[in-house]
């Protein structure tokens, strides 16, 4: 997968409380005491060397959430990961990221542009999204909050195509991230 320049540059963040406990985009329950990130789009598992551009300091971690979405920020790292890098106290450091080594995809992947409880929500953003892109689904996602209907854009067996996918639909105006699809 390439991944371009600008995604490589930019802003990190951190999150702790309350997340802690609580379970990631990939099932594993997250621990903030663990050098773990959120990514948008690289794949789960990835192992990614976040350079504070700042102060030089360096941290690896691997991917094992969906993050952040706030705009210019490209990497949400555990408070952990923060920490060794000297950015808890700032919020955000300005970084740059280096990928180790990053996990084959063998899913089909999807981008995710919603998430209600309520299924008429749903209904109505993926009936707004339908008129430019094909196909628009809604999957059931349970967890311990309640069902969450999922409202999905395209089934990929590529990578470079979801996040191709997911930038037209951010030039668009909806936030969203690619996830990979359980069959």
């Known amino acids: ?47 990614v060397q976040v350079n504070n551009l700042d102060n030089g300091m360096k941290v690896q971690v691997r991917v094992n959430d969906r993050g952040p979405f706030v705009k210019g920020r490209i990497i949400d790292l555990s408070y952990v990961a923060a920490q060794k890098i000297n950015m808890v106290l700032p919020g955000t450091a300005k970084v740059r990221l280096n990928i180790l080594r990053m996990e084959a995809n063998t899913s089909v992947l999807s981008v995710q542009v919603g998430s209600f409880l309520e299924k008429d929500r749903a209904e109505k ?37 979801a996040v191709r996918v997911l930038r037209r639909l951010s030039s668009d105006g909806y936030d969203g991230f690619v996830i990979g699809l359980e069959r």
């Open 125 to 161: 953003l993926a009936k707004e999204i339908r008129k430019d892109y094909s196909p628009v689904t809604i999957r059931i996602y349970e967890s311990a909050k309640g069902h969450f209907h999922r409202v999905l854009v395209g089934e990929y067996l590529s990578r470079t195509h």
């Open 1 to 47: 997968m390439a991944v371009s320049y600008e995604e490589m540059n930019g802003y990190a963040s951190w999150y702790g409380d309350p997340f802690h406990g609580r379970r990631t985009s990939n099932g594993e329950v997250y621990n903030m005491y663990s050098l773990t990130a959120a990514h948008r789009t690289l794949p789960f598992n990835t192992i």
